[in-house]
């Protein structure tokens, strides 16, 4: 009898053969997206922000970890000064809020205050007959007509007159405020050599009164601007001598310190 050969079964090792044809497809579809994504405009500005997402860990302080700490007690330690950190956070919010909310009655005090000081300065010296105060958005207003201060088309100061530019100089010379001189005139027309209109005889009445402050009481220049408004900001109709009269003033302006730290 011949002996039967034993076949030795051949059996396969390793993935199978539909493995790698599906390996080769998943390789070819993430090299597909990978192209897309080269070619693709990424918006950087979305991708900062998921980004930051990810990496604010506040997001993920109320969900605990399923991975346990390799040393929890500094964890602990960590969050105990974060839980601190937010409490001073939220104090710090609150004075900035009840800050905030203080400014608008703290300006309103300040113009205020600023008015009691003018007010009282000018009964201290006897010129609420010749200087009149007024308030406005700006700060306070001080009035003088011109027949105090020049004589009628001319624009240097008469002697008569230092005396009440003498104790303006003294109040301007305690306050910081910065201040803005104004000169108006009458509707009349004005020719002459030195002043062609009423916009050059005001606006050198304006630098007069300037020019005496600072130099008699070594005022900050910088603290000081004048402007010449001619006749177009009368306060009482150009039709009388009375009227005109009014109209031909200088105002010093103290400003408020709110006006002043915007410009």
Do not use: C
Request: no cysteine; hydrophobic share 35%; net charge negative.
């Amino acid at each position: 009898m011949k002996r039967r050969r034993n076949r030795k079964s051949n059996k396969q090792t390793g993935a199978p053969k539909w493995m790698t044809t599906y390996s080769d497809m998943v390789t070819l579809v993430l090299v597909f997206f990978i192209l897309l994504f080269a070619m693709s405009n990424l918006d950087e500005a979305r991708f900062e922000a998921v980004q930051e997402s990810f990496q604010n860990r506040m997001l993920f302080d109320f969900y605990p970890s399923m991975v346990p700490l390799d040393n929890p007690t500094d964890q602990s330690k960590h969050d105990k000064e974060d839980n601190q950190t937010g409490d001073n956070d939220s104090e710090f919010d609150e004075l900035k809020s009840n800050s905030n909310e203080q400014n608008p009655a703290t300006e309103e005090d300040s113009l205020d205050n600023l008015v009691s000081e003018v007010e009282s300065f000018l009964d201290e010296n006897n010129l609420n007959g010749v200087i009149s105060a007024n308030r406005s958005d700006e700060g306070v207003v001080l009035v003088l007509q011109e027949s105090i201060l020049f004589e009628t088309g001319e624009a240097t100061v008469l002697d008569s007159a230092q005396s009440f530019l003498d104790k303006i100089g003294l109040f301007l010379k305690d306050v910081p405020n910065k201040v803005r001189i104004e000169g108006h005139t009458d509707s009349r027309p004005i020719i002459s050599y030195r002043y062609p209109s009423n916009w050059e005889l005001s606006a050198a009445r304006a630098g007069s009164v300037i020019r005496y402050l600072t130099s008699e009481y070594d005022l900050d220049d910088k603290r000081f601007s004048s402007v010449g408004y001619a006749d177009t900001r009368p306060i009482a109709p150009n039709d009388s001598e009375k009227n005109w009269s009014q109209n031909r003033r200088v105002e010093i302006v103290i400003m408020e310190y709110k006006e002043q730290e915007a410009e």
